[in-house]
């Protein structure tokens, strides 16, 4: 029940910060599936890559992450990479450039990741989540119960 009480606290009380939040993850699933877009496009001859190399690309780099036993994928993304792009005959030297691109895009993610945590007061809740501390008080909990029971009609 708690979890569904957080859910309900989410969508109702802290509604800005799930937002926000989705906006986050929705930035850097975009931010991977456009990458390659961008390289091709500064690296070529001024065309874009076609959708099909886009979206395996996308399916690849989210498959190598999903089974890597590295931080970060090291030389797992890289040697895929070099995988598909050999494959698809799109050149070793751009699967290599694209590999120090995409790292270098992720650092900047990361850099941004920070830095809204740090300039929106959040780092507090951060450390809480990060160590397990993170609770729902006991008058939130309460609250959230009696407002999901008002919307449901349901009474205790």
Known sequence: EEMEHLI?????KR???FLLAQFVTLFSAAAVLVRPWIFFYFVGERTLLGSEHVSMIYVVTNVLNMFTILPGGLGIFEGGMLGYFELAKLGKAN?????ILTRISD????????????????????KD?????AKVSEAE??????SEEEATGEKP
């Open 141 to 146: 909990f309460e609250d959230a119960v009696k």
């Open 8 to 12: 309900h606290l989410a969508f109702t």
């Open 95 to 99: 699967a290599a450039a694209f590999g």
């Open 129 to 133: 989540v990060a160590k397990g501390e």
């Open 107 to 126: 650092l900047f993610l990361v850099a941004l990741g920070t830095w809204l945590i740090i300039h929106l007061g959040m780092s507090k809740v951060a």
């Open 15 to 17: 509604w800005k910060s």
